[in-house]
């Protein structure tokens, strides 16, 4: 994996990890609304983690958080060269 996506999936985590808080959720609360492991939420929110996460999941934790899902993208033109 090149340093760029690397970096994107670091932000993707952090944003994820934003609005998970912004929710007032534990990453076990995060877990259990879209049924996976809280170990697997915790893989995508390190920020060194090198988890891929598919779109479907992606779908899942947007709506887990009510937010669009656009905005787990939001870091993307913030910090892309």
Do not use: C, W
Request: hydrophobic residues 40%.
């Amino acid at each position: 994996m090149d340093k760029k996506r690397q970096q994107e999936l670091r932000m993707l985590g952090i944003t994820i990890s934003y609005y998970r808080r912004a929710k007032g959720y534990t990453q076990a609360q995060l877990a259990r609304e879209i049924h996976v492991s809280r170990t697997h939420i915790s893989n995508i929110e390190a920020p060194n983690a090198k988890t891929s996460v598919s779109i479907t999941l992606l779908m899942d934790i947007a709506d887990a958080l009510d937010i669009p899902l656009t905005y787990l993208f939001d870091f993307h033109d913030r910090f892309s060269d």
